[in-house]
């Protein structure tokens, strides 16, 4: 299933990501650092970086959720989108929690700062699971028709352009999997539904 929401013909949300994994991720290492070292100048930058993380999480949940509301009732996809968005927001919630925390004092931050951090980190490497889930098993947010030679996404054809093409001379040149074969006789994102009920 193709993302309803694209930049130069990639997906944003997960161009978004990257961002609040990063920030937030790296905050609670430094807090970790703060805790073994006493140097309160990584907690200060923590402080920093958990604002931005939290600024960046929420600007990615947007376009997850526009991807999400595309994706069809009663699948698969539909139940493990709304964990990873659910929990995701728990994340965030918890970040901004520790944030609120640390205003008084960034220097210094008390122990509920850095255990909501902790929390939240431990909860994003099941959200981060979920969106890989969403993705590389069950196709979303990858464009239809999608193989191993399609051509680039700034060429405006669609991804299955050449496929026969490509999925022949692949295999007459000892490659035997092109990643067209599987998808080209796929008729839907979703077509393992019916497989599944037979």
Same mark, same amino acid.
């Given at each position: 299933?193709?993302?309803?929401?694209?930049?130069?013909? /990639?997906?944003?949300?997960?161009?978004?990501?990257?961002?609040? *994994?990063?920030?937030?991720?790296?905050?609670?290492?430094?807090?970790?650092?703060?805790?073994?070292?006493?140097?309160?100048?990584?907690?200060?930058?923590?402080?920093?970086?958990?604002?931005?993380?939290?600024?960046?999480?929420?600007?990615?949940?947007?376009?997850?959720? *526009? =991807? &999400?509301?595309?994706?069809?009732?009663?699948?698969?996809?539909?139940?493990? %989108?709304?964990? /990873?968005?659910?929990?995701?927001?728990? +994340?965030?919630?918890?970040?901004?929690? !520790? &944030? +609120?925390?640390?205003?008084?004092?960034?220097?210094?931050?008390?122990?509920?700062?850095? @255990?909501? $951090? *902790?929390?939240?980190?431990?909860?994003?490497?099941?959200?981060? &699971?979920?969106? %890989?889930?969403?993705?590389?098993?069950? $196709? @979303?947010? +990858? =464009?239809?028709?999608?193989?191993?030679?399609?051509?680039? !996404?700034?060429?405006? *054809?669609?991804? !299955?352009?050449?496929?026969?093409?490509?999925?022949?001379?692949?295999?007459?040149?000892?490659?035997?999997?092109?990643? $067209?074969?599987?998808?080209? !006789? @796929?008729?839907?994102?979703?077509?393992?539904? =019916?497989?599944?009920?037979?």
């Amino acid at each position: 299933m193709e993302s309803k929401v694209k930049l130069a013909g /990639h997906p944003v949300h997960p161009m978004l990501i990257v961002f609040p *994994l990063g920030l937030l991720a790296t905050a609670v290492i430094f807090d970790i650092i703060f805790l073994v070292s006493g140097n309160s100048q990584w907690t200060v930058v923590a402080y920093y970086m958990i604002g931005a993380g939290i600024i960046g999480g929420v600007a990615a949940a947007v376009f997850g959720w *526009l =991807d &999400w509301i595309a994706i069809p009732n009663g699948t698969r996809a539909r139940r493990i %989108g709304l964990w /990873h968005g659910a929990g995701n927001m728990v +994340v965030v919630g918890l970040f901004i929690l !520790s &944030w +609120v925390l640390r205003r008084e004092g960034p220097e210094v931050p008390p122990t509920g700062a850095i @255990v909501a $951090g *902790l929390a939240g980190v431990v909860i994003a490497l099941v959200t981060a &699971w979920l969106g %890989g889930e969403l993705v590389g098993r069950l $196709g @979303v947010g +990858v =464009d239809e028709g999608a193989h191993l030679n399609s051509p680039s !996404s700034l060429s405006e *054809l669609p991804a !299955s352009a050449g496929l026969a093409g490509g999925a022949r001379s692949a295999s007459t040149n000892n490659h035997p999997y092109t990643g $067209g074969e599987r998808r080209a !006789s @796929v008729a839907s994102s979703y077509a393992g539904a =019916d497989r599944r009920g037979h």
